[in-house]
């Protein structure tokens, strides 16, 4: 079946740094991509639509400066959290539309900003 | 604003036990709802997605209803067994807006106990 990889699972950084978080549709083309952020114990609140070829579409109350989005291939989007701060510790989390109703998702980042 | 809720948050029962979990939604303008499960640290996987046209989806012990008139669905397992310890999210994807967006309720946290 339809398979998205997201790499790094787990990353540690220390604040001020910034992290590169890569979803990848691994048998299929996926022209949008979405990603999410969950906190513990909550559910999963979208942060972005990533669009190949065209800028992303980010929710309400999402930094579009602080959160950089890239979907250069039909296969690949970046998700690069910048200058992150603790508070920016969180799961996230895409997804990948194939069509039809179906979404498949990644396995997760675990970020924790020291 | 579509917003879902999950009752129970938590959930413990015996193994061998039959269970229901219970998702509602404020609006009923809903193309689909779809129910996950989600392991500790992990991304989600699709248990079921009914269209909403449709009243019920089974898959093996699993079979989900859902009532868009009263804005609900549940989640019934069979014989339940401790490889079912998950916690399980039903998100909805509201009409009218963009591809594939959802709405995630908080989960029901299972525990299963040999």
């Known amino acids: 079946g339809a398979v998205v990889s997201q790499h790094p699972s787990r990353v540690i950084c220390k604040s001020g740094t910034s992290v590169k978080i890569e979803c990848r549709s691994l048998d299929f083309q996926a022209t949008t991509m979405f990603w999410y952020r969950q906190f513990p114990k909550q559910s999963l609140m979208l942060m972005a639509t990533s669009n190949e070829g065209s800028k992303a579409t980010y929710e309400q109350g999402v930094e579009k400066d602080k959160f950089l989005i890239n979907h250069a291939s039909l296969t690949l989007s970046t998700l690069t959290v910048t200058s992150a701060h603790p508070e920016d510790s969180s799961f996230y989390i895409c997804?990948?539309?194939?069509?039809?109703?179906?979404?498949?998702f990644g396995s997760g980042t675990q970020l924790s900003v020291l | 604003k579509q917003e879902v809720t999950q009752i129970p948050a938590a959930l413990s029962v015996p193994e061998g036990e039959n269970l229901v979990l219970n998702c509602s939604f404020t609006?009923?303008?809903?193309?689909?709802l779809q129910w996950f499960r989600q392991d500790p640290g992990k991304g989600l996987t699709s248990l079921l997605l009914?269209?909403?046209?449709?009243r019920e989806q089974t898959s093996g012990r699993l079979n989900a209803s859902l009532d868009k008139s009263s804005g609900r669905s549940t989640l019934y397992i069979a014989a339940s067994q401790p490889g079912d310890s998950a916690t399980y999210l039903c998100a909805v994807r509201p009409t009218g807006q963009g591809a594939q967006k959802l709405v995630f309720g908080q989960g029901t946290r299972l525990t299963i106990n040999p």
């Open positions: 997804s990948a539309n194939l069509g039809q109703g179906k979404l498949f």
């Open positions: 009914i269209q909403s046209s449709q």
């Open positions: 609006d009923s303008a809903i193309y689909n």
